[in-house]
Each structure stands twice: as C-alpha cells, then as structure tokens.
C-alpha cells in the first residue's frame, strides 16, 4: 500500500486532518516482497505541540497501512519525555553542536558561551565574568553578551534553556538537556 500526505506547515485545519490510502497500482506494477523498505526521513522544527500532531498523524499512517509497515523514531524520543526538547551533544574536539542529530549552526562565540554554561551548571554568571571567561577581555560592552546570548536562545529553539538571573547574569537551566561529550 501507499500514502502520501502533504500539510503546510502554517496552516490551521478546523478539523483533524484524516490521511486516506493512495490505491494499490495495478498488479503489473508490483514489486517483489523482497524489495528493500522505504525510509522516510521527515524534520519537524517548531514547539512540541506541533511534533505531536505530525507524530499522531504518522502513527494513524502506519495504522492504516497494516501490520506490514513499522515506524522508527529517531533523535528525539519517542512517548511523553519527548515533549520537552530534544538532548543538545556537545563535542569540544570537533566544536559541533548537535540537537536531536541536527547539527546546529553556531558561530565560534556563540558555541563557546554554550560550551563555558554546560561545563558549569547550576553557576551563575555576571556578564562581565561571561566576557573575561568567553571572550578573553573586558574590552567591550556588556550588551554584547545580551546580543549573543538572545542569538544562542533563538538558534537553540529554547528560550528558557538560557536562564536570566535578573541583576545577577546568566546561568544555564537546572533541566538542560546538554551533554559534553569528552573523550
């Protein structure tokens, strides 16, 4: 059997979207059984609200489509601990950041703010610390780690991963989901 669904990522259906199977080709189209299976591989970006509607969806997909079919999820956990946002791997030795298997694009400082808060949970840091310890000076203004670190929350997808202490600094969030993978 196969199915396609599309959907526009922006758009609001006032009702549940219900997928319909694509008919069976004709019998001269068949392929053996033996064929390889197909994999689909679909990024879902946004909150998780969305990741469940287009996980749901799927798994009525894969109902409709029989015993024969199976559905693999991978990067972000599958049942209600995948709610929250997906694990962020950071690898020094490579600089790569890795969100859910997805490699992040963050430039040199925006990295090393992130790599200096998860080597140092639970610590609170004045900007002036976060420019000595990050930036190796004091030489500009303490915006600048504002800007970076408003940059670091959007390109992270997670607001609150960056916790403001306010008239303090900054800190990462007792429920991070960082790890620094030191070889």
């Avoid at 199977?21 to 004709?26: A, G, K, L, M, S």
């Avoid at 969100?99 to 703010?113: A, I, N, P, Q």
């Avoid at 808060?117 to 002036?128: D, E, G, I, N």
């Avoid at 190796?136 to 670091?152: A, I």
């Amino acid at each position: 059997m196969s199915a396609l669904a599309v959907a526009h990522p922006h758009a609001t259906y006032p009702r549940p979207v219900r997928l319909r199977p694509v008919p069976d080709p004709p019998p001269e189209q068949h392929v053996d059984d033996d064929e390889a299976p197909v994999t689909v591989t679909i990024s879902i970006a946004g909150g998780a609200g969305g990741r469940e509607r287009v996980l749901a969806a799927l798994r009525e997909l894969v109902d409709a489509a029989g015993a024969t079919t199976a559905v693999e999820l991978g990067g972000v956990p599958a049942g209600p601990a995948a709610e929250g946002a997906a694990e962020i791997r950071l690898d020094p030795r490579a600089r790569t950041a890795l969100r859910g298997g997805r490699l992040l694009e963050l430039s040199r400082l925006e990295y090393d703010l992130l790599l200096f808060l998860a080597r140092h949970p639970r610590q609170v840091f004045s900007r002036s610390q976060l420019l000595t310890h990050v930036w190796g000076h004091r030489h500009t203004t303490n915006r600048t780690v504002d800007v970076h670190v408003s940059r670091l929350r959007t390109k992270l997808d997670d607001p609150e991963l960056i916790t403001t202490v306010y008239g303090l600094g900054y800190r990462l969030a007792d429920d991070a989901p960082i790890v620094v993978v030191e070889r």
